[in-house]
């Protein structure tokens, strides 16, 4: 039996038949339709292409400069396969050295943070300074004819690119990567609502790390954009009262928008000056302050005059952030808290997700106790949200690796007309200040522009 072409059958992927080989073109040509593939979110060849094209080309976030303070701090953390001792050094500079010991490849740090001078690795005792020199080996002159015979003017392998963003660590594992801000673009501009909030930056706590049977791609869309998701996924935490945001008349007031490498949802806030409606999420006088002092006029127009309050948001390919005001259980009050989230892949179908607590380093004792419970509240393993989510983020995973999936189109076109019109005219440069396309109401135009932003990587 012939089947329709995709245009008379939307849903249907290329011939009604299970496909072995995968055509990549036809994977990048309908995702820029805004169909997609049932099948990219548990694909193992596109996973493999996703390490060789994508992730070794991304500017990846590994910690925050307030997770290593002192001298000697470091943390480890990963890139995919490769893992990196992120270290401040003994004179102040941060560092992204890898983590594999120069004689015979023994991971050299197994700690996952702490404060060191020296690094000695656990299989023969070969020691490296905290900047990544080689220092000492036992039995140098003995084994190996001391400096005569192999000198120790040697380095563990640095990142081959670093960069940081108010404070937020980035390496590259391309050298001839394009420059950090460069690559965020626009994005910066939203970016400091959740990083800056006065001249003494953010500081970070945590990550709760966990894995979830779920393909990394689906958190980094859900963030930037599934405005849609909120009312019908997280019910249950507005039916007890913790939440008066997400109702579904109030979130489809809320504008998303995309600028650079990112892109986010927000939250429509009502009627008033930038300090009532700063007020109004749970700020306090002081830290408003401040906020008015970093946020440059522009920023402070969005929600200002605009009246929109940046809400989720995710930065290509997988860094995460979240910012929202629950109410405390016995209060009334709502108190604002951060997040920020890695979608960490183990594999097409595995997830390492790690989340952070963010607080503004300025803010006072009570704000960042209540903002950090506020957060436990609804992010981290035991969040409310968090559990809603990875619910739907497993099911959709584990049904995309089956035979069926592979002849499946998904509709990601929310937002469009037929003839990819949009249903929601642009907010213009009036009504919303921030850079990039930002439009009200339900729409995937993020997620369409997060897999664009893929399919262009893979298939570079
Ligand atoms: S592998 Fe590290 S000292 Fe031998
Ligand atoms: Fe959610």
């Not at 937002?415 to 439009?439: I, K, Y």
Request: proline residues 5%; glycine residues 8%.
């Amino acid at each position: 039996m012939r089947c329709g072409s995709i245009e008379q059958r939307p849903f249907l992927y290329s011939r009604y038949s299970v496909q072995t080989v995968i055509d990549h073109r036809e994977v990048f040509g309908t995702v820029r339709r805004g169909m997609i593939p049932a099948h990219i979110y548990n694909d193992k060849e596109l996973f493999a292409l996703e390490k060789e094209r994508l992730f070794s080309r991304a500017w990846m976030f590994v910690a925050h400069e307030s997770e290593i303070p002192q001298d000697g701090d470091y943390v480890v953390r990963r890139v995919l396969d490769d893992s990196f001792i992120i270290a401040r050094d003994s004179s102040g500079q941060v560092r992204a050295l890898f983590n594999m010991c120069l004689h015979r490849g023994m991971q050299l740090c197994r700690a996952e943070m702490g404060n060191a001078s020296n690094f000695r690795c656990p299989y023969h005792g070969w020691t490296y300074r905290n900047d990544g020199r080689l220092t000492g080996l036992p039995f140098h002159r003995e084994a190996y004819g001391g400096d005569e015979g192999f000198a120790k003017n040697q380095t563990l392998l640095p990142a081959p690119n670093l960069a940081s963003y108010n404070g937020l660590i980035f390496i590259n594992l391309d050298a001839a990567a394009e420059p950090l801000e460069d690559f965020l673009g626009d994005f910066t501009f939203y970016l400091d609502y959740y990083t800056k909030q006065s001249a003494r930056g953010l500081q970070v706590q945590g990550p709760q790390r966990w894995r979830i049977k779920a393909n990394w791609k689906i958190g980094a869309e859900n963030f930037a954009g599934d405005m849609y998701h909120t009312p019908h996924t997280h019910a249950s935490i507005v039916d007890i009262g913790l939440f008066r945001e997400p109702k579904a008349q109030k979130r489809k007031d809320g504008a998303t928008y995309w600028a650079g490498r990112g892109g986010g949802t927000t939250y429509k806030l009502p009627p008033g000056s930038f300090n009532e409606r700063m007020r109004y999420v749970g700020y306090p006088d002081d830290m408003i302050g401040r906020i008015k002092e970093v946020w440059t006029p522009r920023q402070q127009r969005v929600v200002g005059e605009d009246g929109f309050m940046i809400s989720a948001a995710t930065c290509f390919p997988n860094l995460s952030f979240v910012h929202n005001w629950p109410k405390l259980p016995g209060s009334d009050q709502v108190l604002p808290f951060i997040s920020i989230r890695q979608w960490q892949p183990i594999s097409e179908n595995e997830t390492e997700v790690c989340s952070w607590f963010a607080v503004d380093s300025a803010a006072p004792a009570d704000f960042k106790k209540d903002s950090y419970q506020a957060y436990l509240m609804c992010f981290g393993s035991t969040g409310m949200f968090e559990q809603d989510d990875v619910e739907n983020w497993v099911s959709l995973t584990t049904t995309a690796g089956g035979s069926m999936a592979r002849r499946l189109l998904l509709n990601s076109r929310m937002g469009l007309l037929s003839d990819d019109r949009p249903v929601t005219e642009a907010l213009t440069a009036e009504s919303f200040h921030g850079p990039g396309r930002a439009q009200v109401g339900y729409n995937e135009y993020n997620q369409r522009q997060l897999l664009n932003l893929w399919a262009e990587a893979i298939s570079a």
